[in-house]
């Protein structure tokens, strides 16, 4: 299942443009309803025109038109929970006809870049090990959420409600932090950076990490099953076992559609505060790693857990790999009747005083 197919099976909330904060502020849902009744949102090939002709008016927005041409990708409106999405099976972005024309070019903007990110490597591979499968989800999503800023950015003199509409929403601390650093350095691509290394503090990022997580958990269960009832053998071993380097997510993901790097620098990518997950996310990744680690022999570490930090609600850190071992100790059977033993001895020497 890829991770697609997961996303579709499960209806997730994802498939989210840079704007999807709005939702969440109440006037979301019923505006939906009774603008369903009481009209029909335009899907007409006069507003793609129209959407098209504002991406034209800045770089990224060019670029972004003429990647899709290349890439021959069909852009179409769909009615949806969603602002948009990309289809890599169907080489397909879709558009919510409900949704504002800032709102969509800007979806525009994100969903073209994640077909961009598509063609450069795989980003979410059923096949890469946890800690790669994390780097790389997050890397994409910020990625397409630093483009949408640097089209705002471009905007801005000839459209500057683009961006007011980016610093209200829950996305803005990434226009906020490429606004400070192209002050202190007058370089946009420094900026561009900036924007994107803030992607993994917006409070969106823990719902993105929460759909990593219940797939890999998934993907892990699912081999360690396959495994056990002796199927397909080489396509179970082959899961969860890829790591690819995280200087090659950089390089491959963080140009502009000219090549040109904007980032290549992997170690902020690694730090405690990004490649990280909480301890609710970390109990549901060990629920399906522990079966995967026993069924193919594998340790923490051989899947790069030692890399991902768990953050406890309370502020602790741990790395996921300690997180995972000693939940497995916990919870071995064996351990589980000592434990029991052991407790069974110490209520009977409270007895004894
Ligand atoms: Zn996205």
Same mark, same amino acid.
Request: hydrophobic residues 35%; contains cysteine; negative net charge.
């Given at each position: 299942?890829?991770?697609? %197919?997961?996303?579709?099976?499960?209806?997730v909330k994802?498939?989210?443009?840079?704007?999807?904060?709005?939702?969440?502020?109440? *006037?979301g849902k019923?505006?939906?309803?009774?603008?369903?009744?009481?009209?029909?949102p335009?899907?007409?090939?006069?507003?793609?025109?129209?959407? *098209?002709?504002?991406?034209?008016e800045?770089?990224t927005?060019?670029?972004?038109?003429?990647f899709?041409?290349?890439?021959?990708?069909?852009?179409?409106?769909?009615?949806?929970?969603y602002?948009?999405?990309?289809?890599?099976?169907n080489?397909?972005?879709a558009?919510?006809?409900?949704?504002?024309?800032?709102?969509?070019?800007?979806?525009?903007?994100?969903?073209?870049?994640?077909?961009?990110? %598509?063609?450069?490597?795989? +980003?979410?591979?059923?096949?890469?090990?946890?800690?790669?499968?994390l780097?790389?989800?997050?890397?994409?999503?910020?990625?397409?959420?630093?483009?949408?800023?640097? &089209?705002?950015?471009?905007?801005?003199?000839?459209?500057?409600?683009?961006?007011?509409?980016?610093?209200?929403?829950r996305?803005?601390?990434?226009?906020?932090?490429f606004?400070k650093?192209?002050?202190?350095?007058g370089?946009v691509?420094?900026a561009?950076?900036?924007?994107?290394?803030?992607w &993994?503090y917006?409070?969106?990022?823990p719902?993105?990490t929460?759909?990593?997580?219940?797939y890999?958990?998934?993907?892990?269960?699912?081999?360690?099953?396959?495994k056990?009832?002796?199927?397909?053998?080489?396509?179970?071993? +082959?899961?969860?076992?890829?790591?690819?380097?995280?200087?090659?997510?950089?390089?491959?993901?963080f140009? %502009?559609?000219?090549? *040109?790097?904007f980032?290549?620098?992997?170690k902020?990518?690694?730090? +405690?505060?990004?490649?990280?997950?909480?301890n609710?996310?970390?109990?549901?990744?060990?629920?399906?790693?522990?079966?995967?680690?026993?069924?193919?022999?594998?340790?923490?570490?051989?899947?790069?857990?030692?890399?991902?930090?768990?953050?406890?609600?309370?502020?602790?850190?741990?790395?996921?790999?300690?997180?995972?071992?000693?939940?497995?100790?916990?919870t071995?059977? *064996?351990?589980?009747?000592?434990?029991?033993?052991?407790?069974?001895?110490?209520a009977?020497?409270?007895?004894?005083?």
């Amino acid at each position: 299942m890829t991770y697609e %197919d997961f996303l579709d099976a499960d209806s997730v909330k994802h498939f989210e443009s840079g704007l999807q904060a709005k939702k969440g502020k109440g *006037k979301g849902k019923n505006k939906g309803v009774k603008q369903a009744f009481e009209s029909k949102p335009d899907m007409s090939p006069e507003r793609m025109e129209r959407l *098209k002709k504002m991406l034209s008016e800045s770089k990224t927005g060019r670029q972004t038109l003429e990647f899709l041409a290349e890439k021959g990708s069909d852009i179409i409106f769909e009615p949806m929970k969603y602002y948009g999405y990309f289809s890599p099976d169907n080489n397909l972005v879709a558009l919510n006809p409900a949704k504002s024309d800032e709102d969509l070019a800007i979806t525009f903007v994100h969903e073209v870049r994640h077909a961009w990110q %598509d063609s450069q490597m795989e +980003s979410t591979s059923p096949e890469y090990n946890p800690k790669t499968f994390l780097v790389s989800g997050f890397a994409i999503e910020a990625d397409a959420c630093a483009a949408e800023v640097m &089209y705002a950015h471009e905007m801005r003199e000839t459209h500057p409600e683009i961006w007011e509409a980016h610093q209200k929403t829950r996305y803005a601390g990434m226009s906020t932090a490429f606004d400070k650093k192209l002050q202190e350095t007058g370089d946009v691509n420094q900026a561009r950076a900036e924007a994107l290394l803030n992607w &993994y503090y917006l409070p969106v990022k823990p719902g993105y990490t929460s759909d990593y997580v219940d797939y890999l958990s998934q993907v892990g269960r699912e081999a360690a099953d396959m495994k056990e009832a002796n199927e397909s053998i080489e396509t179970a071993s +082959s899961l969860l076992s890829k790591e690819i380097d995280t200087q090659v997510i950089c390089d491959t993901f963080f140009k %502009d559609y000219d090549g *040109k790097q904007f980032l290549s620098d992997p170690k902020p990518l690694e730090e +405690s505060s990004r490649l990280q997950i909480d301890n609710n996310q970390a109990y549901v990744l060990a629920k399906g790693m522990i079966p995967y680690m026993k069924a193919f022999g594998k340790s923490a570490e051989d899947l790069g857990l030692d890399k991902v930090t768990v953050k406890y609600s309370l502020g602790t850190e741990m790395s996921c790999a300690r997180f995972v071992e000693s939940y497995k100790e916990r919870t071995d059977p *064996k351990n589980q009747a000592a434990s029991k033993a052991a407790l069974k001895a110490f209520a009977g020497r409270n007895q004894g005083r």
